[in-house]
């Protein structure tokens, strides 16, 4: 597969990357960086806390909660990057989605990358690792037809044989499992017949027992549940919205998994695609990171890469009456 089928994206005349880290104790929300040069996307948390992961100009970066320093990963072997990455729960290990349609395995501390998808006719979006790092959840396109439905697949994390779990109709995607590793969070069409209508639900890892989890006008995506088990996130497009595009008016939602109808937190802003592609919750359980897009005039008061605390600027969380 050519490895440029999927370009990586830039930001527009006239707009700002901010990175920002959002407390569901205080409310508040705080810019940590800020570029008008590169477009950063879908923030994780490493396990120590003290680093973000996110992707960006095709490859992947580690910015540095402390010392606010922005650091390329230095991987070889593996094409220009997408958006889905996520970390081996129990090493530096990091798996990462790259623009010819394969999973690569790598490091956090660079190096080598070593593929762990076959050429089996699917580009392979990766979302989900089970907590004991055997299993990878993954959207399959087929190749021919990138404009086809998702199709939901896990498969061992060193590589083999995938297993499709049969949703029904419609696209799916934002697979990741539960922290017990029982459960398959995602979002998906197979519960409404209107045109990409996604809601949120689960299926359990045998592909049993699909449950629905928001009913809403909205277009639901990208769920992700907090290490507790306690919360979870998910990004709100507008009604109507297909897929999941760039430069939208969006809304995070914070909820109990208790009761997924019942928003504890909502964060509107300009975002979409890159916001919340992927789990981007504290090892503590009490914040969450994630990107902004937002059009200015002066976009970066000059900053124009890492911001300094001073630049730090706090926002309010619209809070859910």
């Known amino acids: ?47 120590d806390g003290g680093r973000l992961v996110l992707n960006g100009d095709g490859a992947l970066w580690t910015f540095g ?22 970390l081996d729960p129990r090493t530096d290990g990091i798996y990462v989605s790259a623009n010819d349609g394969h999973i690569y ?9 070593v593929r762990v998808t076959d050429d089996d006719g699917f580009f392979h979006f990766l979302h989900g690792i089970s907590p004991d790092a055997a299993e990878l959840a993954y959207i399959g396109l087929d190749a021919s037809d990138l ?6 697949f896990t498969m061992p994390a060193t590589g083999g044989a995938p297993t499709m779990i049969d949703l029904g109709d419609g696209h799916s995607d934002g697979p990741e499992y539960s922290a017990d590793g029982a459960w398959i969070h995602l979002n998906t069409e197979a519960f409404t017949e209107a045109p990409g209508h996604a809601q949120i639900g689960r ?15 909205t277009v639901d995506w990208f769920p992700h549940v907090s290490p507790s088990g306690e919360f979870a996130t998910y990004l709100r497009f507008p009604p109507g919205t297909l897929g999941h595009p760039a430069d939208r008016s969006v809304e995070i939602v914070v909820v109990s998994t208790n009761d997924w109808a019942t928003p504890l937190l909502r964060l509107p802003l300009p975002g979409g695609q890159g916001t919340l592609n992927v789990n981007s919750w504290a090892p503590d359980s009490a914040r969450f990171a994630y990107v902004a897009y937002p059009m200015s005039e002066n ?21 859910a009456e």
């Open 105 to 113: 395995r790598g490091d956090l501390r660079g190096g080598a990358a």
């Open 299 to 319: 976009p970066t008061n000059g900053t124009n890469g890492v911001s300094t605390r001073q630049a730090a600027r706090k926002n309010s969380f619209a809070r």
């Open 203 to 217: 299926v359990r890892v045998d592909g049993s027992d699909l449950e629905r989890l928001t009913e809403s006008e």
């Open 65 to 86: 909660l402390e010392a606010r320093v922005l650091r390329r990963v230095p991987l070889e072997g593996v094409p220009a990057l997408n958006n889905d990455h996520v």
């Open 147 to 152: 404009t086809s439905p998702g199709r939901l």
């Open 1 to 47: 597969m050519p490895d440029d089928l999927i370009p990586s994206r830039s930001l527009r005349p006239g707009q700002t990357c901010e990175v920002r880290i959002a407390s569901i104790v205080t409310g508040a929300s705080e810019l940590v960086y800020a570029s008008d040069e590169l477009l950063l996307e879908a923030p994780n948390w490493t396990h």
